[in-house]
């Protein structure tokens, strides 16, 4: 349906106030300063970078349901990348990669239901890394790592920044707690993320979420999942999420079944698969917004961006 005209001024107005918000220019800063010390933190530890893809016929196949975005092309449908998951672990099929990782902008055209979490976009850029022959204890720790290492260098170079933004300088966490999803499950309801998201004063991992095909799951625990996701604390939610990858043919194929994944769409990563195997990896994806939503305290990400990607709202450019 088209806008009638005072909607399209009133959307205008709505727009422009977005853009000539005067905190941000410094929100901007915070963010160009994680990805400037994420690029020197991923170099110093050795990884490679990899360009992002926009388009592939495959693409994260998400455990949430979001509005599909497939073109045609060439005589096949093509999906805009949700996440880079795929292309990690068969990148990493290279034997000469050990590690890599990837600015990615990703599209999730998100339903209604997400517009007013505070956390969703339907475009955004996560940093996607993933490590040949590594487990997750490994991914949680270079996390950990990584955030302090970022969280220094901010202070370092925009304190000024930051004590405007939020009233102090970063901390660094000695203490990243671990809960597995059914316990606090059990103890808080099925609204435990965001309620000990809330009375957390430190990031936090969750482990074993039951979730998409590739999240492995443990051999010796059927039912068990070799995932985490970091829990930003004071309310802010979820800020990474990651796992050690189903690499094995028949594994991949149970798992698929179990969530219900087309087999047909993924019938040449299934190809490889059996027949040239792939690599045993494992990764995550960050958030670049959410990170500095967290960090510059802000109510809704969608005041990280300079043109609003916020879910369902109404937008001219």
């Excluded at 505070?118 to 590594?134: A, P, V, Y």
């Excluded at 949680?140 to 933004?165: D, S, Y």
């Excluded at 190809?271 to 109510?299: H, N």
Aim: proline share 5%.
């Amino acid at each position: 349906m088209e806008l009638s005209t005072l909607e399209e001024t009133t959307t205008l107005e709505t727009t422009l106030g977005h853009l000539r918000r005067p905190l941000l220019p410094k929100v901007l800063q915070v963010q160009q300063g994680i990805v400037r010390a994420v690029h020197d933190f991923m170099f110093k530890k050795g990884l490679t970078q990899l360009m992002p893809l926009m388009l592939s016929p495959i693409t994260d196949p998400l455990n949430h349901g979001v509005v599909d975005a497939t073109i045609g092309y060439a005589d096949r449908h093509w999906s805009l990348t949700k996440s880079m998951i795929f292309h990690k672990q068969l990148a990493l099929l290279n034997p000469a990669l050990q590690s890599l990782y990837i600015v990615s902008p990703n599209v999730r055209l998100e339903f209604s239901d997400r517009a007013g979490t505070g956390r969703h976009l339907f475009e955004f850029t996560q940093i996607d890394f993933e490590f040949k022959d590594k487990d997750r204890f490994y991914v949680m720790e270079f996390m950990e790592e990584l955030v302090n290492a970022v969280f220094a260098r901010l202070n370092a170079e925009i304190p000024e920044v930051l004590l405007e933004l939020r009233g102090e300088l970063l901390p660094q966490y000695e203490q990243w707690p671990v809960y597995r999803t059914e316990k606090l499950e059990a103890a808080l309801g099925p609204d435990y993320e965001r309620i000990k998201s809330e009375e957390a004063t430190t990031p936090f991992w969750l482990l074993n979420h039951t979730r998409e095909f590739y999240d492995k799951e443990d051999p010796a625990k059927p039912g068990t999942y070799l995932n985490y996701d970091l829990i930003w604390p004071d309310g802010f939610g979820e800020g990474l999420s990651g796992a050690e990858r189903e690499h094995e043919y028949h594994q991949i194929r149970k798992r698929m079944a179990q969530v219900g994944t087309s087999q047909e769409i993924f019938k040449h990563y299934l190809e490889v698969a059996r027949e040239e195997g792939l690599p045993r990896t494992a990764g995550a994806g960050f958030g670049v917004e959410r990170m500095t939503r967290f960090i510059c305290r802000l109510k809704d990400v969608d005041e990280v961006t300079v043109f609003s990607r916020k879910p369902y709202a109404a937008s001219l450019f």
